[in-house]
């Protein structure tokens, strides 16, 4: 294995890391995947999920739609390449009590320090899976 090999940590490595840090952990997100250019992330509904109206708050549902863009834009680029949002617009269809919400997420285009991304999330009851919001957005990488 060569110096820049073991840098840095394989893409498991880091979701594993990710899912027992702070945010990830506070809410309980799950990386269930992160290659070849798309991300799914997964969240048990739960009360601490909700805003007073007993609806999981939308914060929560552009959190798990971001998550699951930022990695699978990772999924293409060189381990340890930092990723930031630059812009996100998130339309919400349907409000959420229950269940699982689950985030895929895209590639559309990606630049040389630049990327697109789409992201549908769905809210999953037993055998029924609902799209509940739609989100675009473009990130930030180092230029290569």
């Known amino acids: 294995m060569t110096q820049s090999e073991s840098s840095f940590p394989t893409l498991d490595e880091?979701?594993?890391?990710?899912?027992?840090?702070?945010?990830?952990?506070?809410l309980g997100m799950q990386i269930t995947t992160?290659?070849?250019?798309?991300?799914?992330?997964r969240i048990q509904v739960d009360?601490?999920?909700m805003h007073p109206q007993m609806i999981v708050?939308?914060?929560?549902?552009?959190t798990l739609a971001d998550t699951a863009m930022s990695w699978a834009l990772i999924s293409?680029?060189?381990?340890?390449?930092?990723?930031?949002?630059?812009?996100?617009?998130?339309?919400?269809?349907?409000?959420?009590?229950?269940?699982v919400l689950e985030a895929k997420a895209a590639v559309v285009h990606r630049g040389?320090?630049?990327?697109?991304l789409e992201s549908t999330v769905y809210n999953i009851n037993g055998e029924e899976r609902t799209?509940?919001?739609?989100i675009l957005g473009t990130f930030n990488f180092p230029r290569r």
């Open 76 to 99: 293409t680029l060189p381990p340890g390449t930092p990723v930031t949002t630059i812009e996100a617009k998130i339309n919400y269809l349907l409000p959420v009590r229950t269940g």
């Open 112 to 116: 040389r320090s630049t990327a697109v």
């Open 47 to 49: 009360e601490r999920l």
């Open 34 to 41: 992160a290659q070849d250019g798309k991300g799914i992330v």
């Open 131 to 134: 799209a509940i919001a739609r």
């Open 14 to 26: 880091m979701r594993q890391s990710a899912e027992h840090s702070g945010y990830f952990a506070l």
């Open 57 to 62: 708050h939308g914060g929560v549902i552009f």
